[in-house]
Nanobody, 124 residues
Framework: QVQLVESGGGSVQAGDSLRLSCTASGRSFGGYAVGWFRQAPGKEREFVAGINWRGDVPFYADSVKGRFTIDRDNAKNMVYLHMNTLKPEDTAVYYC?????????????????WGQGTQVTVSS
């Protein structure tokens, strides 16, 4: 498994942008797919964005498509979530997760390692 730490969350206004970072340590990170998930109070964890181990196949939830971008730098053991045009409904704790299979999935139960989460709050 790898260890993951998220950073970059904060409180912003609707329409603003944030960049979340996921820093990995431990075993070789380059072979892992990575997903970003979020969970708002009283709601189930939901998929936001994912990227395969090479970084050339990103995929997104419909709710963020066109606003969020995921990319990765395997040399730095980093994955980023660029969030633009934020909306109040994007408010949640955001988690990054790693999947040893490498292709990536939208199913959170299939991920092996998780970070502790970072809070994103968007006010109107």
């Amino acid at each position: 498994q790898v260890q993951l730490v998220e950073s970059g969350g904060g409180s912003v206004q609707a329409g603003d942008s944030l960049r979340l970072s996921c820093t990995a340590s431990g075993r070789s990170f380059g072979g892992y797919a990575v997903g970003w998930f979020r969970q708002a109070p009283g709601k189930e964890r939901e998929f936001v964005a994912g990227i395969n181990w090479r970084g050339d196949v990103p995929f997104y939830a419909d709710s963020v498509k066109g606003r969020f971008t995921i990319d990765r730098d395997n040399a730095k053991n980093m994955v980023y979530l660029h969030m633009n045009t934020l909306k109040p409904e994007d408010t949640a704790v955001y988690y990054c997760a790693a999947d040893a299979i490498g292709a990536g999935t939208r199913v959170w139960r299939l991920y092996d390692s998780w970070g502790q989460g970072t809070q994103v709050t968007v006010s109107s």
